[in-house]
């Protein structure tokens, strides 16, 4: 076939790529080649415009056993364990076929986890939606949740903390990111590098369909109109078989037989084979006419680019076959060996005898593209936020709007759907500020959390930034964990947009201050740009996934209050920012405003003082305060507890809607037995540590000086009604 | 005492109860569908989980596997028999206990914990509970919601072979508390013989306070005692 502008077009590529092609190549491509070089070079796998910001990212701590560039990072966490774990998005699939777009995000996470070793002990997310009244957001919604519980529950991984949101940004290109989490032994990671020459290359897993031809290309482009015509191009997942290739692969690493493992994600056969050869400076012969196919007639070009989910690739030491095939048929998995490794740095492919196709790895890999595209700084926005000026509102009429809108109500409905406890080791759920998973059988567990502020970030990117990595950390401290590591899912418009691009590139700039300071580093991540409609681009919204070391079970915290008559405190000052807060944004519509300020110094002070009352056990419960200020997360954690509180205004306080609802960061809320008190206040004070008493616990009410009583019986109904009504139901 | 695990490809509560029943010191093996012989049990446990990934019918393909032929032997010469969400599923489809198990009432999966009101003990499986208390555990399935046909609903309720229905915390019966839509809040049943007992709630998941609660324990050491 001869390759004409149209096909390259459909192909993604720009005509200047193509003749980066025909240089790399000495010659014209075939349309297998050109398939190949697609899958490639495009955004999803090249990352090509992201990759010269992503180099600022700092990698490396004592803890970090694998940073970026392998299948998943990995972290020590003493005692030859070590945790594996990334995020990842699947957000043009889940818009187009919300039910297989999401669960097989969840699918592809976890193969990324179990390649390199590790048992799955933990599934997060993070899920953006449209305006609820948005007519595409209810379908997209129930679609996205059952996916990801259809896939976690039937493989058997609990899911155990995540995030759904909604804002009118996400109405033609929602966010579906999923995080895994993995335990291994140390000394039994497994690489993607290739070694040795002569080796057999086995294909493992399911059988090859013509399900997700292109699907990283898809997700390299911006949806317009016709994008409903994609279907073809999402997967389709099956956990059971995704259990089973889990199985079989963990069966098989506890032998010496592997030299190297390597999931088919996007861009499957050819992106699979193409890393482990270049890693490994070697090259790849495949023979397709062993790959197993699911239809008839599959040509080469088919099998190459498809996305077929549940399939490995495994690199065998030498006469390792038999054994290995032994596992995989008592899972009854396909097994087939499908080609060797040479020395010839080069991708050949043979069909019918015939070579196919002859690449040169490293023109796939190495030299593909690489951008520094033009990029424009954010303008500051320096209006401010005069709450005075807008019509009035009485506070607990606002309180009651706040809690019960669609981004602050109970999740119940959605968390509901995820078993949280099979492996039985899950000790903090969903609804807390981190999910707790103790390590299998040992005296320690691992927190989790995935954060991300959207509104912060699209009117600042940079202390955006900085925001979403101390919310991460802020999150893992309350419940009493050292934060060890960072995932990240960075989910931007159009990258050819300067504006995007600055919103990107300050972005990773505002990551990069907050990780070096909190030494919390980034280990592995995900880009995924082009997320927008006909040039409509989403607000930047960087997705941090954190984890963090509990080394004592029994001294973990969270956020329900644990008794009457105790006192509550503040840690951390309170200015009244009200610039992007919940408080100004749902209810009065206003989206412009700096974000809050991110004072590192503070964030840390603050964090590590935290840690050191939860350690000497005088707190009884602890809350970061983030979207909703103050009186939201005395909300929640009264909800949570059903104890009430009794509050009252501090003398100092400017305004009342500032004060309560202002979103200042570096934050906590904390308990105190009233005995603890003088302890904890001495403590604070030697330490500089800025706080604040604001009130005691009680039974049944909950309640602010004259300004708002309630029963908390009837402030949990409020939290939990959003979600039953939207979806027809009765609470 | 012996107990023995049978996993299913698909199975994912397997590790679950075995580690439960080790640390009350049971005896236990995983017993593998494909083997045709079952180890010396007192105790066999079939656990939660998506057996053949739930296709055709939830435990319909586990319940002709070639283990589950001697489970049947066992179960009829009166081993005690648990299975537990899945392994319901699969002691239904083997006809082994009576009834079906629907999809939950509004059609989603359904995971949360739940509160249990004991409504009778007096079998091997509860008698270390007390009649007529609430204990809380955790559910975690699709298809929950118990039916049967009247007459045998009339049976169980007779014959005192209903150990559990779901309840509120202060232990009264009503829709609110049916998480599932199951007949008269069922949550488990016996066979006659009381030595097979099917539940949807996850007892093996409650064991442990540092984690969630430990009112499966008592389940546990009823089987012991």
């Given at each position: 076939?001869?390759?004409?502008?149209?096909?390259?077009?459909?192909?993604?590529?720009?005509?200047?790529?193509?003749?980066?092609?025909?240089?790399?190549?000495?010659?014209?491509?075939?349309?297998?080649?050109?398939?190949?070089?697609s899958?490639?070079?495009?955004?999803?796998?090249?990352?090509?415009?992201?990759?010269?910001?992503?180099?600022?990212?700092?990698v490396?701590?004592?803890n970090?056993i694998q940073?970026?560039g392998?299948?998943?990072?990995?972290?020590?966490?003493?005692?030859?364990?070590?945790?594996?774990?990334?995020?990842e998005s699947?957000?043009h699939p889940?818009?187009?076929?919300?039910?297989?777009?999401?669960?097989?995000?969840?699918?592809?996470i976890?193969?990324?986890?179990?390649?390199?070793?590790?048992?799955p002990?933990?599934?997060?997310?993070?899920i953006?939606?449209?305006?609820?009244?948005?007519?595409?957001?209810?379908?997209?919604?129930?679609?996205?949740?059952?996916?990801?519980?259809?896939y976690?529950?039937?493989i058997?991984?609990?899911?155990?903390?995540?995030?759904?949101?909604?804002?009118?940004?996400?109405n033609?290109?929602?966010?579906?990111?999923?995080m895994?989490?993995?335990?291994?032994?140390?000394?039994?990671?497994?690489?993607?590098k290739?070694?040795?020459?002569?080796?057999a290359?086995?294909?493992?897993?399911?059988?090859?369909g013509?399900?997700?031809?292109?699907?990283?290309?898809?997700?390299?482009?911006?949806f317009?109109?016709?994008?409903e015509?994609?279907?073809?191009t999402?997967?389709?997942?099956?956990?059971?078989?995704?259990?089973?290739l889990?199985?079989?692969?963990?069966?098989?690493?506890?032998?010496d037989?592997?030299?190297?493992?390597?999931?088919?994600?996007?861009?499957?056969l050819?992106s699979?084979?193409?890393?482990m050869?270049?890693?490994?400076?070697?090259?790849i012969?495949?023979?397709?006419?062993?790959?197993p196919?699911?239809?008839?007639?599959?040509?080469?070009y088919?099998?190459?680019?498809s996305?077929s989910?549940?399939?490995?690739?495994i690199i065998?030491?030498?006469?390792?076959?038999?054994e290995?095939?032994?596992?995989?048929?008592?899972?009854d998995?396909?097994?087939?060996?499908?080609g060797?490794?040479?020395?010839?740095?080069?991708?050949?492919?043979?069909?019918?005898?015939?070579?196919?196709?002859?690449?040169?790895?490293?023109?796939?890999?190495?030299?593909?593209p690489?951008?520094?595209?033009?990029?424009?700084?954010?303008?500051?926005?320096k209006?401010?936020?005069?709450?005075?000026?807008?019509?009035k509102?009485k506070?607990?009429?606002?309180?009651f709007?706040?809690?019960?809108?669609?981004?602050?109500?109970?999740?119940?409905?959605?968390?509901?759907?995820?078993?949280q406890?099979?492996?039985?080791?899950?000790?903090?759920?969903?609804?807390?500020?981190?999910?707790?998973?103790?390590i299998?059988?040992?005296?320690?567990?691992?927190?989790?959390?995935?954060?991300?502020?959207a509104?912060?970030?699209?009117?600042?990117?940079?202390?955006?930034?900085?925001?979403?990595?101390?919310?991460?950390?802020?999150?893992?401290v309350?419940?009493?964990?050292k934060?060890?590591?960072?995932?990240?899912?960075?989910?931007?418009?159009?990258?050819?947009?300067?504006?995007i691009?600055?919103?990107?590139?300050?972005?990773?700039?505002?990551?990069?201050?907050?990780?070096?300071?909190?030494?919390?580093?980034?280990?592995?991540?995900n880009?995924?740009?082009?997320?927008?409609?006909n040039?409509?681009?989403?607000?930047?919204?960087?997705?941090?996934?954190?984890?963090?070391?509990?080394k004592?079970?029994?001294?973990?915290?969270?956020?329900?209050f644990?008794?009457?008559?105790?006192?509550?405190?503040?840690?951390g000052?309170?200015?009244?920012h009200?610039?992007?807060?919940?408080?100004?944004?749902e209810?009065?519509?206003?989206?412009d405003?700096?974000p809050?300020?991110?004072n590192?110094l503070?964030?840390?002070?603050?964090?590590?003082?935290?840690?050191?009352?939860i350690?000497?056990?005088?707190?009884?419960?602890?809350?970061?305060?983030s979207?909703?200020?103050?009186?939201?997360?005395?909300?929640?954690m009264?909800?949570?507890?059903?104890i009430?509180?009794?509050?009252?205004?501090?003398?100092?306080m400017?305004?009342?809607?500032?004060?309560?609802f202002?979103?200042?960061?570096?934050r906590?809320?904390?308990?105190?037995?009233?005995?603890?008190?003088?302890?904890?206040?001495?403590?604070?004070?030697?330490?500089?540590?800025?706080?604040?008493?604001?009130?005691?616990?009680?039974?049944e009410y909950?309640?602010?000086?004259?300004?708002l009583?309630?029963?908390?019986?009837?402030?949990?109904?409020?939290?939990?009604?959003?979600?039953?009504?939207f979806?027809?139901?009765?609470? | 005492?012996?107990?023995?695990?049978?996993?299913?490809?698909?199975?994912?509560?397997?590790?679950?109860?075995?580690?439960?029943?080790?640390?009350?010191?049971?005896?236990?093996?995983?017993?593998?569908?494909?083997?045709?012989?079952l180890?010396?049990?007192?105790l066999?446990?079939?656990?939660?989980?998506?057996?053949?990934?739930d296709?055709l019918?939830s435990?319909?393909?586990?319940?002709?596997?070639?283990?589950?032929?001697?489970?049947?032997k066992?179960?009829?010469?009166?081993c005690?028999?648990?299975?537990?969400?899945?392994?319901?599923?699969?002691?239904?489809?083997?006809?082994?206990l009576?009834?079906?198990?629907?999809?939950?009432?509004?059609?989603k999966?359904?995971?949360k914990?739940?509160?249990?009101k004991?409504?009778?003990?007096?079998?091997?499986?509860?008698?270390?509970?007390?009649?007529?208390?609430?204990?809380?555990?955790?559910?975690?399935?699709?298809?929950?919601?118990?039916?049967?046909?009247?007459?045998?609903?009339?049976?169980?309720?007779?014959?005192?072979?209903?150990?559990?229905?779901?309840?509120?915390i202060?232990?009264s019966?009503n829709?609110?508390?049916?998480?599932?839509?199951?007949?008269?809040?069922?949550?488990?049943?016996?066979?006659?013989?009381?030595?097979?007992?099917?539940?949807?709630?996850?007892?093996?998941?409650?064991?442990?306070?540092?984690?969630?609660?430990?009112?499966?324990?008592?389940?546990f050491?009823?089987?012991?005692?």
């Amino acid at each position: 076939m001869k390759i004409t502008k149209e096909i390259i077009d459909l192909h993604g590529l720009k005509s200047e790529e193509y003749s980066k092609i025909k240089l790399l190549m000495n010659r014209e491509p075939n349309y297998l080649e050109l398939g190949i070089f697609s899958a490639m070079w495009n955004e999803h796998c090249s990352y090509k415009s992201s990759k010269i910001h992503l180099k600022k990212l700092p990698v490396k701590n004592k803890n970090v056993i694998q940073g970026p560039g392998e299948n998943a990072g990995v972290i020590d966490i003493g005692d030859g364990d070590a945790i594996v774990f990334k995020i990842e998005s699947h957000n043009h699939p889940s818009f187009i076929e919300p039910y297989q777009g999401a669960a097989t995000g969840v699918g592809g996470i976890l193969r990324d986890v179990f390649t390199m070793g590790a048992r799955p002990i933990a599934l997060l997310n993070s899920i953006h939606f449209g305006d609820p009244s948005n007519k595409k957001t209810k379908n997209l919604l129930n679609g996205v949740v059952s996916g990801i519980g259809g896939y976690g529950n039937c493989i058997g991984i609990p899911t155990v903390a995540g995030e759904t949101k909604f804002n009118s940004t996400y109405n033609e290109n929602i966010l579906v990111n999923a995080m895994a989490v993995g335990l291994v032994n140390k000394k039994k990671i497994f690489y993607s590098k290739a070694k040795g020459i002569n080796k057999a290359v086995v294909y493992v897993g399911s059988k090859t369909g013509r399900d997700g031809i292109h699907g990283a290309s898809m997700a390299s482009a911006e949806f317009d109109e016709n994008s409903e015509d994609k279907k073809p191009t999402v997967q389709v997942g099956d956990p059971f078989t995704e259990k089973l290739l889990m199985e079989a692969c963990l069966e098989l690493m506890k032998k010496d037989s592997i030299i190297s493992i390597q999931d088919m994600g996007a861009a499957g056969l050819t992106s699979s084979s193409v890393e482990m050869a270049y890693k490994g400076g070697l090259g790849i012969e495949l023979d397709l006419d062993k790959i197993p196919c699911r239809e008839e007639n599959m040509s080469p070009y088919e099998m190459m680019l498809s996305e077929s989910q549940e399939r490995m690739l495994i690199i065998l030491e030498d006469g390792k076959e038999n054994e290995a095939r032994q596992i995989f048929k008592k899972w009854d998995l396909d097994f087939v060996v499908i080609g060797k490794t040479t020395d010839t740095k080069n991708l050949s492919l043979k069909f019918k005898n015939e070579v196919v196709a002859s690449i040169p790895i490293g023109a796939l890999s190495s030299k593909a593209p690489l951008y520094d595209r033009k990029w424009v700084k954010k303008k500051l926005d320096k209006k401010k936020i005069n709450i005075k000026e807008h019509k009035k509102i009485k506070f607990d009429k606002a309180f009651f709007e706040l809690i019960s809108s669609p981004n602050h109500s109970s999740k119940k409905w959605v968390t509901e759907q995820y078993d949280q406890m099979v492996m039985g080791d899950t000790i903090e759920r969903s609804g807390g500020d981190a999910a707790i998973v103790k390590i299998h059988q040992k005296d320690k567990a691992i927190a989790m959390t995935v954060d991300s502020s959207a509104n912060y970030c699209k009117s600042h990117p940079l202390s955006g930034g900085k925001q979403i990595v101390c919310e991460s950390w802020r999150n893992l401290v309350s419940v009493g964990a050292k934060p060890i590591a960072i995932t990240n899912c960075l989910n931007f418009g159009n990258p050819e947009n300067p504006e995007i691009m600055g919103q990107f590139a300050e972005n990773i700039l505002g990551i990069k201050e907050a990780c070096e300071f909190l030494d919390y580093p980034v280990v592995s991540g995900n880009v995924s740009f082009y997320n927008g409609t006909n040039n409509n681009n989403i607000y930047p919204t960087p997705v941090i996934g954190g984890v963090g070391l509990i080394k004592n079970l029994n001294k973990t915290k969270n956020h329900k209050f644990k008794k009457i008559d105790s006192q509550i405190m503040i840690i951390g000052k309170t200015f009244g920012h009200l610039g992007q807060s919940a408080f100004i944004n749902e209810l009065y519509d206003i989206h412009d405003g700096m974000p809050p300020e991110i004072n590192l110094l503070n964030e840390k002070n603050n964090g590590e003082m935290i840690l050191k009352l939860i350690d000497s056990e005088n707190i009884n419960s602890v809350h970061d305060i983030s979207s909703g200020g103050i009186i939201l997360a005395l909300a929640e954690m009264s909800i949570s507890s059903q104890i009430g509180v009794k509050i009252q205004k501090p003398q100092k306080m400017s305004n009342i809607f500032e004060y309560f609802f202002g979103e200042d960061q570096g934050r906590y809320l904390i308990e105190v037995d009233k005995n603890n008190l003088p302890k904890v206040e001495k403590k604070l004070k030697e330490n500089d540590i800025y706080f604040e008493n604001i009130g005691i616990t009680q039974k049944e009410y909950f309640e602010l000086d004259k300004d708002l009583k309630i029963k908390v019986k009837e402030l949990y109904e409020l939290n939990n009604r959003w979600y039953n009504k939207f979806n027809g139901l009765n609470s | 005492m012996n107990s023995s695990v049978i996993v299913f490809p698909g199975s994912n509560c397997d590790r679950d109860v075995a580690t439960a029943l080790t640390n009350l010191q049971f005896k236990n093996k995983m017993v593998w569908h494909k083997d045709s012989e079952l180890p010396k049990s007192d105790l066999i446990v079939i656990p939660g989980g998506f057996s053949y990934g739930d296709y055709l019918r939830s435990g319909a393909i586990a319940a002709k596997s070639n283990i589950l032929k001697e489970v049947i032997k066992a179960a009829n010469s009166g081993c005690l028999v648990l299975g537990i969400c899945n392994g319901f599923q699969i002691l239904i489809e083997t006809g082994l206990l009576q009834g079906a198990l629907l999809r939950n009432k509004n059609l989603k999966f359904v995971s949360k914990d739940i509160n249990l009101k004991i409504i009778n003990n007096e079998n091997k499986f509860c008698n270390n509970y007390k009649k007529n208390s609430v204990i809380s555990l955790n559910i975690a399935h699709n298809e929950g919601n118990y039916f049967t046909q009247k007459d045998h609903l009339k049976e169980l309720e007779d014959n005192n072979l209903i150990p559990f229905k779901y309840c509120d915390i202060e232990g009264s019966i009503n829709e609110s508390s049916n998480p599932n839509g199951s007949l008269n809040n069922i949550a488990g049943i016996l066979n006659n013989n009381k030595n097979i007992l099917g539940m949807m709630p996850h007892p093996e998941r409650m064991v442990d306070n540092l984690i969630s609660n430990s009112n499966g324990i008592e389940l546990f050491t009823s089987i012991l005692s």
